[in-house]
């Protein structure tokens, strides 16, 4: 079966399976799920925890030992086997499988991996989990949702915050769910009583927006100019590659061009990234891909050293041309 985060504490409250895969690429998200999963399996008695980190074409023989032995106590133990990769290798996917058939009444099998590609999902081991227990997928809260998600975890961290601050801390933390996390129980230090507004949230809270290239990519699709450039600041900040911030914008200049080419658009998208692509052909009429694409050549050159100038600034305004806020003309060549 499959579970949601939200139907995680409902499931565990009623019912302990022999095994659970939680994967995902937020750490917030996934250790909680992690820790509601350890609580439930010691209410049920499942008092005992090993833990296993399997690399790549690591040895399983620890796992499948541990899952022999009996323990000197009697006690019913929690097997938690961490795969940084995602990939179990052969020997490691078969002994899953194994263990996971055999529904051991006194073991109860976790299994923590970052988000899956299509490939993994069809793996046997991801499907004998879906048979006799439960993947938990962990997605991140996209932009859109966050203010509702902050907005909950203040109600259950007993904080009142107006609107105002909410979307100030939302724009703080973006892409970044456990600095919101932390933010929120430095508010409640900071103000444990009485309304919390956008002031306290500027005199407290650190910015802590982290992006990465698909998020730069849905924000110009979505046409939100401030986002947009927010997240190219950051990925500069952070250290990345010129080369794939430019590929993200170049990558829905050119989803825009063929959903404007080709009303039916991709079809391998995200729910998320085909309703950015759709608000995106809205203004589709309005701009000129031609001096999109201008943009686009004149930051791959400045990049190769081939043109002078920042690409960083380059992108920017093709950022705000994908917008639609034009912030300077288009050149009309690429000569220095």
Known sequence: MKLTFDSLGSHLGKKLLPAYLISGDEPLLTGEAADAVRAGARAAGFTEREVHFLERGASWDDVRASAANLSLFG?????????????????????????????????????????????????????????????????????????????????????????????????????????????????????????????????????????????LLDAALEGEPGRVLRALSGLRAEGI???????????????????????????????????ALEKAVQRAPR?????????AARADRMIKGRLRGDPWDEMALLAADLCGRSAVAAPRSMIK
């Open 287 to 295: 701009l000129s891909f031609a001096a999109l694409s201008l943009r």
């Open 241 to 275: 590659e010129p080369t794939l911030a430019l590929w993200g914008l170049s990558k829905a200049l050119r989803d825009l061009w063929g959903a404007t080419v080709q009303p039916t658009g991709p079809t391998r998208l995200w729910q998320r990234q085909r309703a």
């Open 75 to 215: 006690s019913r133990k929690l097997l938690e086997v961490r795969l940084p990769s995602g990939r179990p290798g052969a020997a490691g996917g078969a002994l899953l499988v194994s263990l996971i058939e055999r529904g051991d009444p006194d073991t109860v099998l976790l299994l923590l991996t970052p988000r899956l590609d299509r490939e993994m999902q069809a793996a046997k081991w991801v499907k004998a989990v879906e048979a006799h227990g439960a993947w938990l997928p962990v997605w991140p809260v996209e932009a859109g949702r966050l203010v509702a998600w902050l907005r909950e975890r203040c109600g259950r961290a007993g904080l009142d915050l107006t609107d105002e601050a909410l979307a100030l801390l939302a724009e703080r933390t973006e892409g970044n769910l456990l600095a919101a996390h932390q933010e929120l129980e430095k508010l409640r230090l900071l103000a444990p009583a009485g309304r919390i507004g956008a002031d306290e949230v500027l005199a407290g809270v650190a910015d802590s927006a982290r992006f990465d290239v698909f998020r």
